[in-house]
C-alpha cells in the first residue's frame, strides 16, 4: 500500500519499520565477489550439494538463528529463510488474494517462451503468478476440489490399487522381498491413479513386463527428470537462460513429451465425450466437468500436465517415506493393522469415504511423517510488499523460504518433537496427548490460497494404498538404515527391499 503524494509504502512511517533494522543486517553467509554464494552449490569447491538442501535449511538456523539471508545467487532473487513459525503464520495471512510463490523460472520460460504457441495466457497453477494463476485456477478450482468428484474415484482407484498389490505379490522374491527398483513399482501405481483421475483412462503402467521405452515408463522418467532438475536449473549458475545447455534441452524434451501425451489423451476424452455424450448415471468425471464447463480442451490438457507433472514424484517419494517409516516402526505399523481390522473385518470390504474417515490412527501416522520427513522440504512466497520479519526491514521481491523439514521438528512449536508420536494428531477422545503443536509448524500442502491444488486426491490415493496394503499384509525392512536427502522431493535415499507378508 502507497500513499499518493510520494508513493512511500505506508509501512514506512510506522513505528514498527522505524524501529527495525535494516535489510541489510539480516545475518546469513556472505556473498563473495563475481560467484555470490552460488559458488556454494558447485562441484569440489563448494560447501553444498543439491541433496543436501534439507541439511543446509537447518545449519543456517543453527549458525545464523530466526532468519537468514541467503544472497548473492546468480540470476535470482534473495533467499530468506524464515523459522519462526508466528512469523511465517503472519506471512500467509496477510498475503491477499493472488499469492506470489517463488517461481520455476525454468518452468516458466517453458511455458511462456519456448512453448507461448500453446500455452499463450493460460499458464495453469504451476510457475504462474499473480491474476493469469488466480484467474486459471478459478476455471478447474470447483470441480478438482468438489467432495463430490473426490468421492466419483474411490473405487476406480480403489481398482488400481488391488492391482498394484497384485502386481507385488509377483515381484516378491525367495525371501518375501520386493524388488530394488521397488521405487519405481510405486511411481507406476502413482501415474496410473493420476492417469485415471486427470485424463479420464488406465494408461496401462501395471502391465507385467513393461518395456523401458513404453509410454508410462516414459511419462514417469519425464516427470522425475523435469522436477529432479529443477533445483540444479535453479540454484546453480543459470547458464540456460543465455544458450541452451544440455540439461536445458533435455528438459524442454521432456516438457514437450508431457504436453503431446496429455492432449492425446484429452482429446480422446473429448471425442468420447462428443458421441456418447456426458456421464447419465451418478456423477461426471473431473475431465467432463472441466470440458463441459470451460468448453476448451485445452484448459483441460494444461490441468492435467499441472496435476501428472506435480503429482508424480511428489505422491510417490511421500508414500516410499511413509512405508519406510512403517516398515521402520513395527510397533505403530500394528496398531494401524488393528484400527483396519477393526474397521474392515472382512479384508475384501470396499472402501467408502466414512470408512477411510474413521482411520484416524493411519491419518495421524501420516501426518507425523510429514511432520518429521516432510515430503516438501519448504514452502515460500515471493514478498509483494515491504514487510518487518524478525525485526528487519524486507524489501518486495524477496524469495521468502518457510523450511517446514525444520520448523515441524523445533521443540519450541511443537512438544516432543525429536519423538515419532502419531497420537499427538488425535483427539484425546481418539487417544490423542495434549502437547504443543503450532499449526503452521507442520503444512505439508502449503497455506491460503495456493495450497495445493490436488491434495483431496492425494490424500484420497495414499490413505487408499496403505488402507489396502497394511489391512492384509506385513511390512518390514531388515537392512542398513537408509539416509533421507533430496531430489526435488526428501525420501529415503536407497533400495526400498520391504519384506511383504500376507497375514
Keep these: ?64 538463528g530466526q532468519i537468514v539471508k541467503f544472497s548473492g545467487l546468480i540470476g535470482r532473487p534473495d533467499l530468506l529463510f524464515i523459522y519462526d513459525v508466528d512469523e511465517i503464520e503472519k506471512c500467509y495471512r496477510t498475503e491477499g488474494t493472488t499469492p506470489f510463490r517463488p517461481s520455476m523460472p525454468s518452468l516458466v520460460k517453458y511455458k511462456s517462451v519456448v512453448r507461448k504457441d500453446f500455452f499463450g495466457d493460460l499458464g495453469g497453477v504451476v510457475g504462474v ?164 464447463s470451460q468448453k476448451d480442451e485445452k484448459i483441460a490438457t494444461i490441468m492435467a500436465l499441472d496435476l501428472i507433472l506435480v503429482g508424480i514424484d511428489t505422491i510417490s517419494m511421500a508414500v516410499c517415506s511413509i512405508l519406510y517409516q512403517l516398515a521402520t516402526r513395527p510397533e505403530q505399523q500394528e496398531k494401524v493393522h488393528q484400527e483396519l481390522k477393526r474397521l474392515m473385518p472382512d479384508p475384501k470390504t470396499p472402501l467408502t469415504l466414512q470408512l477411510l474417515d474413521q482411520m484416524h490412527y493411519l491419518k495421524a501416522f501420516i501426518k507425523e511423517v510429514f511432520r518429521m520427513y516432510s515430503t516438501v522440504i519448504g514452502n515460500g512466497r515471493t514478498l509483494q510488499e515491504d514487510a518487518v520479519i524478525c525485526g528487519y526491514r524486507i524489501p518486495k521481491g524477496v524469495q521468502a523460504v518457510f523450511p517446514t523439514i525444520v520448523t515441524g521438528n523445533m521443540e519450541k512449536y511443537v512438544t516432543d518433537a525429536a519423538e515419532f508420536k502419531p497420537e499427538r494428531w488425535l483427539k484425546p477422545s481418539q487417544g490423542g496427548f495434549e502437547g504443543k503443536l503450532h499449526p503452521f509448524a507442520s503444512l505439508p500442502y502449503g497455506y491460503g490460497a495456493r495450497m495445493c491444488l490436488g491434495r483431496r486426491f492425494a490424500d484420497l490415493e495414499m490413505q487408499i494404498l496403505l488402507a489396502k496394503l497394511l489391512r492384509s499384509y506385513k511390512l518390514e525392512y531388515e537392512h542398513e538404515p537408509l539416509e533421507y536427502a533430496v531430489t526435488f522431493m526428501y525420501a529415503p535415499d536407497g533400495p526400498l527391499k520391504f519384506k511383504m507378508t500376507k497375514y
Aim: aromatic share 10%; proline share 8%; with cysteine.
Design 1 to 64: 500500500m502507497y500513499e499518493h503524494d510520494d508513493m512511500v509504502p505506508l509501512i514506512h512511517h510506522t513505528t514498527e519499520w522505524q524501529n527495525a533494522l535494516p535489510y541489510e543486517e539480516v545475518p546469513g553467509p556472505k556473498p563473495i565477489p563475481i560467484l555470490g554464494n552460488t559458488w556454494r552449490m558447485m562441484p569440489i569447491i563448494g560447501q553444498y550439494t543439491i541433496g543436501d538442501v534439507a541439511k543446509i535449511s537447518s545449519q543456517l538456523h543453527e549458525q545464523y
Design 129 to 292: 503468478h499473480g491474476e493469469p494463476w488466480r484467474e486459471f485456477r478459478s476455471k478447474v478450482q470447483k470441480p478438482v476440489l468438489q467432495l463430490s468428484t473426490v468421492r466419483r474415484y474411490l473405487q476406480p482407484l480403489e481398482v488400481v490399487t488391488d492391482d498394484f498389490l497384485k502386481r507385488c505379490e509377483t515381484l516378491l522374491d525367495a525371501n518375501s522381498e520386493l524388488p530394488e527398483d521397488f521405487d519405481n513399482e510405486i511411481h507406476k501405481w502413482s501415474l496410473e491413479c493420476i492417469g485415471r483421475v486427470a485424463l479420464d483412462t488406465r494408461l496401462g503402467c501395471l502391465e507385467s513386463n513393461l518395456s523401458p521405452d513404453s509410454e508410462p515408463q516414459q511419462i514417469i522418467n519425464a516427470a522425475k527428470y523435469a522436477l529432479r532438475n529443477v533445483a540444479t536449473l535453479e540454484l546453480k549458475a543459470p547458464y540456460w537462460r543465455y544458450f541452451p545447455t544440455p540439461l536445458w534441452t533435455h528438459y524442454v524434451k521432456n516438457m514437450n513429451f508431457f504436453v503431446e501425451v496429455c492432449m492425446k489423451y484429452i482429446k480422446s476424452a473429448t471425442d468420447r465425450l462428443k458421441v456418447q455424450g456426458p456421464c447419465k448415471h451418478g456423477e461426471p468425471s473431473l475431465l467432463e466437468k472441466v470440458i463441459m
